[in-house]
T-cell receptor, first 114, second 114 residues
Framework: NAGVTQTPKFRVLKTGQSMTLLCAQD?????MYWYRQDPGMGLRLIHY???????AKGEVPDGYNVSRLKKQNFLLGLESAAPSQTSVYFC?????????????FGAGSRLTVL | SQQGEEDPQALSIQEGENATMNCSYK?????LQWYRQNSGRGLVHLIL?????REKHSGRLRVTLDTSKKSSSLLITASRAADTASYFC??????????????FGKGTLLTVNP
């Protein structure tokens, strides 16, 4: 059982380049999330999805776009990367939505923007 | 802004000792969760405690919740080197209607020395 898989694991971009991070889950979870983790900042929610075809903004959505065309996949896009987007990105999924639902996280994608 | 804040930021103990980490939060919650993150990996769920519960156990883990003080503690007994990781609390907060947010603290880095 793979759980939540993120690709790529590492990526280096130049300022202004675009890229997409892919998250795939095999647990048939309805809800999926993208977080970023920065030193001293903890995890901050970028965008989330409550089901196939739906997305919503989180705490720090600016500069990112997302899509959930298939239930098992949640894509995070950076249209024009900036050094401030250098971070470790985590995807997570949960069966339900709410504080009683446990999140399953991927291993993370480390992005460096030069 | 962070809902949950862990204390201390870092903790170093010897193998076999107990480790206690605290989490304080600002607004009322329904549930509080603790997660562990090993270096370079994703977060892994440890335990969930509901607002009407005062204490919960899972193996060597003991979590307490004091809603009057808006705080929780995570106790790891008889620590092992493999417990070396960052520990995060996550609290839920409703922002109106069915809008919900799970907020993570900045974490406590626990180092268990052999």
């Amino acid at each position: 059982n793979a759980g939540v898989t993120q690709t790529p694991k590492f990526r280096v971009l130049k300022t202004g380049q675009s890229m997409t991070l892919l998250c795939a889950q095999d647990m048939n979870h309805e809800y999926m999330y993208w977080y970023r983790q920065d030193p001293g900042m903890g995890l901050r929610l970028i965008h989330y999805s409550v089901g196939e075809g739906t997305t919503a903004k989180g705490e720090v959505p600016d500069g990112y776009n997302v899509s959930r065309l298939k239930k098992q996949n949640f894509l995070l896009g950076l249209e024009s990367a900036a050094p401030s987007q250098t971070s470790v990105y985590f995807c997570a999924s949960s069966r339900g939505h709410g504080g009683a639902n446990v999140l399953t996280f991927g291993a993370g994608s480390r992005l460096t923007v030069l | 802004s962070q809902q949950g804040e862990e204390d201390p930021q870092a903790l170093s103990i010897q193998e076999g000792e107990n480790a206690t980490m605290n989490c304080s939060y600002k607004t009322s919650i329904n549930n509080l969760q603790w997660y562990r993150q090993n270096s370079g990996r994703g977060l892994v769920h440890l335990i969930l405690i509901r607002s009407n519960e005062r204490e919960k156990h899972s193996g060597r883990l003991r979590v307490t919740l004091d809603t009057s003080k808006k705080s929780s503690s995570l106790l790891i007994t008889a620590s092992r080197a493999a417990d070396t990781a960052s520990y995060f609390c996550a609290t839920d907060a409703f922002s109106g209607g069915s809008n919900y947010k799970l907020t993570f603290g900045k974490g406590t880095l626990l180092t268990v020395n052999p």
